[in-house]
């Protein structure tokens, strides 16, 4: 059997009780690793914390590979550990699929995701988000152009926009950098963004979350990773209020 499990936010001890106990009577422990990852742990900690031998998956491993251990899965308990909830990734259901044409029994314990969580730190109305994007570095002299088209789309709608910041091995993006990208976007195209929200460090014990134009939010030190940005639509007086009150719109 393969299982989904999500480990949250932060930490090894954002697990569940239920995907806790799923881990340790897994044969195998795999541990996604690119979609998003735990900054506020180590692997080690982890193994400890788990008491099993945790091995680590790449994006070559679970999309150009997987078949290496979904075949474990079709005569042992395999566990497959990703930050966040498993199912929020397009990549993981995906990954379901070519179990289940495989003839593997899948099950899902969620964990708390990135998704919620903004919408607790920020005040933002859950019902009022469009579609989200991914914001990835430069390369070379291309730039990713859909992040502002998705975000436009979403403005004329009033609806806000979840914008995932790129996670490389050696770096990840960070809001301010994050901003400028879409700021330079936004006036190739004659936009105007108003607003912005950052969040860094949700599930942490000191998240960090800050509102306001670019300029404020280009001054602002958002600490260690993982950074997460918004761009609101129109605010509802209470989500003003909320930015206000713990964002220092």
Not at 59 to 82: K, Y
Not at 199 to 211: L, Y
Not at 229 to 242: D, F, G, I, Q, T
Request: include cysteine; hydrophobic fraction near 40%.
């Amino acid at each position: 059997m393969l299982t989904f499990i999500g480990l949250g936010l932060f930490d090894e001890n954002d697990v569940s009780v239920k995907g806790l106990e799923q881990i340790r009577r897994a044969d195998y422990v795999f541990l996604e690793c690119y979609t998003s990852v735990l900054t506020g742990t180590t692997i080690e900690r982890m193994e400890e914390f788990f008491g099993k031998e945790v091995k680590t998956l790449g994006r070559d491993d679970v999309e150009g590979h997987p078949e290496d251990f979904l075949r474990l899965a079709q005569d042992s308990d395999v566990a497959f550990l990703t930050a966040g909830d498993p199912m929020v990734s397009t990549t993981h259901i995906d990954l379901r699929i070519r179990a289940a044409d495989m003839g593997i029994r899948t099950a899902v314990v969620h964990g708390a995701s990135i998704v919620s969580a903004v919408c607790g730190l920020t005040g933002l109305q859950n019902y009022r988000f469009g579609k989200s994007c991914s914001l990835p570095f430069p390369y070379g002299k291309w730039a990713p152009k859909t992040p502002v088209e998705v975000i436009e789309h979403n403005m004329a709608e009033n609806l806000h926009t979840l914008v995932y910041l790129d996670i490389q091995p050696e770096r990840y993006m960070r809001v301010p950098e994050a901003v400028g990208f879409l700021e330079e976007m936004a006036a190739e195209r004659g936009l105007s963004i108003p607003v912005y929200v950052g969040v860094a460090r949700a599930g942490s014990a000191e998240p960090m979350v800050a509102a306001g134009t670019a300029g404020d939010l280009a001054k602002v030190d958002f600490g260690d990773p993982l950074h997460i940005l918004v761009v609101p639509a129109e605010l509802h007086h209470m989500e003003r209020e909320y930015l206000e009150t713990f964002a220092g719109l």
